[in-house]
């Protein structure tokens, strides 16, 4: 069985009560952070669709105002007239073929692969390699794309996807504990909007059904989801 350090006890502690409004949760969570390197703030969104129905998946993109504080490594799937401008926005490599024959041998040092639509055809090959590790570009994601610049650049400045698994809840990062509780909530209310605009057609009654934010390793705190909350959603 899985049992907590003191430090976890302690933060866990502090949490006091079941629910709490946004501005208290944030300065909770900043409060709660027990690791010495600076944590990731996650939040987890319970959701009230059945997942194993496929008019009720949710899957899109946020910009987050003030990004996630992680540095995103981005490849990009392009022709060759598009390389120089992938790697000026941004991209640690840019290219087609040679590109898939790279990753063929191994090479997997990236955390996003965009590619326009012309590039798809030369990534069968590496479908199965990029697939399982959820790498391989796709339209619903936003990174198969016409513009692989822009993209590039709304990637770098904070630009996540978001999409439910098998039990129906999002996770996510919106930020750091370095952050102030003012950008936190920024990009908490961005997240939460974004997410509430990709309520499926096939979704009935209330979709955000629990709103939980953590710090890595630290205790979960919940968000009251009254008609306050919801309200500054719209």
């Known amino acids: 069985m899985k049992t907590h350090g003191k430090k976890y006890k302690m933060a866990k502690a502090m949490v006091t009560q079941k629910t709490y409004s946004l501005d208290e949760a944030i ?4 409060k709660t952070s027990i690791t010495k390197f600076d ?3 996650e939040i987890h ?19 987050l105002p003030h990004g996630t504080g ?3 490594r981005v490849i990009a799937f392009v022709s060759d007239d598009k390389i120089k401008e992938c790697l000026a926005a941004g991209a640690v490599k840019a290219g087609n073929t040679d590109l898939v024959a790279e990753i063929e041998k191994g090479w997997l040092d990236f955390d996003i692969a965009i590619a326009t639509p012309d590039m798809m055809k030369n990534l069968g090959k590496i479908s199965k390699i990029l697939g399982p590790k959820g790498l391989m570009p796709n339209p619903k994601a ?3 794309t016409t513009d692989a610049v822009n993209t590039i650049k709304q990637i770098k400045k904070g630009k996540i996807e978001f999409k439910n698994d098998k039990f129906g809840v999002v996770h996510n990062v919106f930020g750091k504990v370095s952050f102030g509780e003012k950008e936190l909530k920024e990009n ?4 939460l909007r974004a997410l509430n605009e990709a309520r499926p057609a096939g979704a009935k009654g209330v979709f955000i059904k629990n709103i939980s934010i953590a710090t890595t390793m630290g205790p979960g705190i919940n968000l009251d989801c009254s008609k306050a909350l919801m309200e500054q959603l719209k």
């Not at 969104?45 to 059945?50: C, F, K, R």
């Open 27 to 30: 300065s909770l969570l900043k």
């Open 39 to 41: 944590s990731s703030c």
């Open 45 to 63: 969104v319970t959701l009230g669709i059945d997942p194993k129905q496929s008019d009720q998946m949710v899957r899109s993109t946020v910009t």
């Open 70 to 72: 992680k540095s995103v």
């Open 142 to 144: 936003g990174t198969v």
């Open 188 to 191: 908490l209310i961005a997240f």
